[in-house]
């Protein structure tokens, strides 16, 4: 069986280190290990219109900045497909076949669901394509035949539900769909970094983001004004280093080689944390030297942003190729399906002639 990958974003606005640190990085380096056969890079569109079809042109402009980090960060149309969600129209009937193999019950108990449901304030009034994400997941992934699906944690109720989908379906319809195996984070650093404010998620409505398309100025003011260990109050006072988002982040993209040539007074980030904890290290030389660490990791992906930036006619072309490509093959699977449920009556030629001969006989 054929190795193949489905992951991707909504596009509700640029990505940020949070993405880059928990998904992108890793998706980089899948795509660039030979190991799968396939890699499907989907901008859940139709997915973010569930919480946003009021405002469908946040959704429209997004597509074109979230393709430019895809690019920027390294995902390659060579290697990868990169494609549109609402381009490939068998999704929608895939998910609305899939409904009838989950209740509603069901759904109300995926913690996942339960959890955005509150977040978004969601509780009196669920929009119908919101609660039933989870079927639209289910949808995505095995319409590709996707074996390896890489998530956070927090996503596994959700990959679970499609589990039991593919298996509810395979058992009354023949073995037809993929059952998809989860590739978690192995940093766990980057399970989740927080926003520069210590909120717990990064948030573009909390302004709490740095951005990767954001200039270096942009990074270097954030990072300066990150939120740190509130009662480390001198550069005397011992300081908290376990839920600082300074030393989170430089958990997640601080190399030991970066200390020889920015900060050699410390031979690695232990000795570093050693100091802060135990007192008389400030909070300005670790944002300082965290400023550094963050800018040689963005300055390549903020260059290749700027090429890409002058041909967007070529990202869209990039876009609509590949929608088309995924489109043929949720196209075969979408038949694979019918002809298990037996509704494709018009290709079904042995149907046709029983039926012919039943009226002729």
């Known amino acids: 069986m054929p ?5 991707g974003d909504r596009p509700t606005g640029r990505l940020h280190v949070g993405h880059y640190a928990g998904s992108l990085k890793e998706r980089v380096k ?15 569109d139709a997915q973010a219109l569930t919480d946003n079809a009021e405002q469908p042109e946040k959704v429209r402009q997004n597509i074109i900045e979230v393709a430019l980090d895809y690019l920027s960060c390294g995902l390659s149309p060579d290697l990868s497909t990169l494609l549109i969600q609402s381009q490939i129209p068998e999704l929608c009937e895939l998910s609305f076949y899939y409904m009838n ?6 759904l109300q108990r995926n913690p996942t669901v339960k959890s955005e449901i509150q977040m978004r304030n969601f509780e009196a009034s669920i929009p119908v394509g919101f609660f039933t ?9 095995t319409a590709f035949k996707a074996t390896t699906v890489p998530v956070g944690e927090d996503q596994l109720p959700m990959i679970e539900q499609t589990r039991e989908i593919v298996r509810k379906f395979n058992t009354i319809y023949g073995d037809v769909l993929v059952e998809p195996d989860v590739l978690l984070p192995d940093n766990k650093a980057c399970l989740r970094l927080p926003g520069i404010d210590g909120k717990a998620k990064m948030s573009k409505s909390l302004n709490n983001c740095i951005y990767l398309s954001d200039t270096e100025e942009e990074v270097r003011k954030k990072v300066m004004s990150m939120f740190t260990d509130p009662n480390h109050l001198q550069v005397s006072d011992p300081g908290q ?12 993209f601080c190399k030991e080689e970066m200390f020889a040539e920015y900060l050699p007074e410390y031979a690695n980030l232990e000795e570093l944390k050693a100091h802060y904890t135990r007192g008389g290290l400030g909070d300005v030389k670790v944002k300082k030297f965290l400023n550094k660490v963050l800018q040689e990791e963005l ?13 967007i006619p070529a990202v869209y072309e990039i876009l609509r190729k590949g929608s088309m490509a995924a489109r043929e093959v949720a196209a075969q699977t979408l038949d694979d399906v019918k002809k298990a449920m037996k509704i494709n009556y018009f290709d079904d030629q042995a149907l046709i002639t029983e039926q012919s001969e039943k009226y002729h006989s």
């Open 241 to 252: 280093v376990e839920g600082n988002p300074v030393f989170i982040y430089l958990d997640a």
């Open 3 to 7: 190795k193949v990958i489905l992951t």
């Open 101 to 106: 193999l989950v209740t509603v019950s069901r």
């Open 30 to 44: 899948l795509q660039n290990s030979g190991i799968y056969d396939k890699i499907f890079i989907m901008i859940a």
């Open 299 to 311: 300055a390549p992906i903020r260059s290749k942003r700027k090429e890409w930036e002058k041909d």
């Open 133 to 141: 994400y989870p079927i639209s997941q289910a949808a995505d992934i």
